[in-house]
């Protein structure tokens, strides 16, 4: 088995360190790297000198780079698009970011409409939407192959959560369900659901675990902050990108199971999901059972607390008007 993986803004601050990470990949056989910089050309000549199988190699945005990276892709991973600044939120990108993911998306479309596509480009909770758009109107939807990428919420609930009780090194010990969306109050981290199970101090101390739950949300704001100006998180979100696409591909290529992970997809008519939040929303962060067509399981929800379903309802204010917002941008298009 040999994989094809395109990355689509390749040279950008994510786009460079996970193409790095993808190309330790041993299932990865051809990495395309595609941006609309030309340095992007020479980022496979630097990483396609590590000896790991994949073939790496640099498309440019012009009249047949986008074609010549996604045809035959079985991936496709998305860190396409400005990132923000400080001050800004996510949303903030929106005017930029939905037209370039539209774009991609629309080229996904006519030249690998079967790969599994994973979108960075923020705002998540609104260029998913849009993307499933653009592949609705091409005939070629298929909502267990497109995937928000959320981990490095994920990731930072761990570190975040190991942080909070007092054993920072412990981080890689705890899996943390988080569910919602991607960004600020629509995060809604599921510390009651941890494996291990957090100290009971945590949640008998109501301020340290809003504290907590407010750093896991708000973390992206910390990174800006201190990049001050020149970006927002990209080393941690290439980790968790990668992380994500690596057991995309074990679940889905290499026949491992049991592999869940949580990821923004498309939940609309799935009734376990809408019992559990009240709502039929189209997209939804939820635990994912990842297998050989992407999505092959939603798992649920399970039981929250009173204090997780105070952070539901912040989440339902805001996650369906960034949902429709996405979706109308295409719509209003047609
Ligand atoms: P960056 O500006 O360093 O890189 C973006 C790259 O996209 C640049 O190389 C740029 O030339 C390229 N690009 C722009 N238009 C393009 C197009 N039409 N086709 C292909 N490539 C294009 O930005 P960075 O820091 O890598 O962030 C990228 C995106 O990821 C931002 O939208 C950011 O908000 C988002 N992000 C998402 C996270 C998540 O958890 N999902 C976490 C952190 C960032």
Redesign the pocket.
């Known amino acids: 088995m040999g994989l094809k993986t395109a990355v689509?803004?390749?040279?950008?601050?994510?786009?460079q360190p996970l193409a790095l990470l993808l190309k330790q990949n041993p299932a990865i056989t051809e990495l395309a790297l595609?941006?609309?910089?030309p340095?992007?050309k020479g980022v496979p000549a630097d990483i396609g000198h590590v000896d790991t199988p994949a073939v790496t190699t640099g498309y440019v945005?012009d009249e047949d780079g986008?074609k010549g990276a996604l045809t035959g892709a079985d991936l496709v991973v998305i860190?396409?698009?400005?990132?923000?600044k400080p001050g800004m939120t996510?949303d903030d990108?929106f005017n930029i970011?939905a037209?370039?993911v539209r774009?991609?998306a629309q080229g996904i479309a006519d030249f690998c409409p079967k790969a599994f596509v994973l979108?960075?480009?923020?705002?998540?909770n609104s260029?998913v939407p849009i993307a499933a758009e653009v592949l609705k109107a091409a005939g070629v939807f298929d909502p267990k192959r497109v995937f928000?990428?959320?981990?490095?919420?994920v990731v930072r609930a761990s570190t975040m959560s190991a942080q909070a009780i007092g054993k920072p090194n412990s981080a890689p010990e705890y899996t943390i369900p988080v569910v919602g969306g991607?960004s600020g109050v629509t995060i809604l981290p599921l510390l009651s659901q941890a494996q291990p199970a957090l100290p009971k101090s945590l949640f008998d101390d109501e301020a340290k675990l809003k504290e907590l739950v407010k750093r896991i949300q708000f973390g992206?704001d910390e990174?800006v902050q201190a990049k001050a100006g020149a970006?927002?998180?990209?080393l941690?979100?290439a980790y968790?990108?990668y992380k994500f696409a690596a057991q995309l591909i074990s679940a889905a290529f290499e026949g491992k199971t049991g592999v869940v992970a949580p990821s923004y997809v498309y939940v609309k008519g799935n009734a376990d999901v809408t019992k559990a939040i009240g709502q039929d929303l189209a997209f939804f962060s939820v635990p994912v059972e990842l297998g050989p067509n992407g999505v092959e399981k939603v798992h649920p929800l399970g039981d929250l607390t009173a204090f997780e379903k105070e952070l539901l309802e912040a989440c339902l204010g805001e996650l369906p008007g960034s949902i429709s917002k996405g979706e109308s941008f295409i719509q209003g298009s047609k």
């Open positions: 689509l803004g390749a040279a950008g601050g994510i786009g595609f941006d609309v910089v340095v992007v945005k986008l860190p396409a698009g400005v990132p923000r996510r990108l970011n037209g370039i774009d991609l979108i960075i480009s923020n705002p998540v260029t928000g990428v959320t981990t490095l919420d991607h992206g990174v970006g927002s998180a990209t941690s979100m968790a990108g």
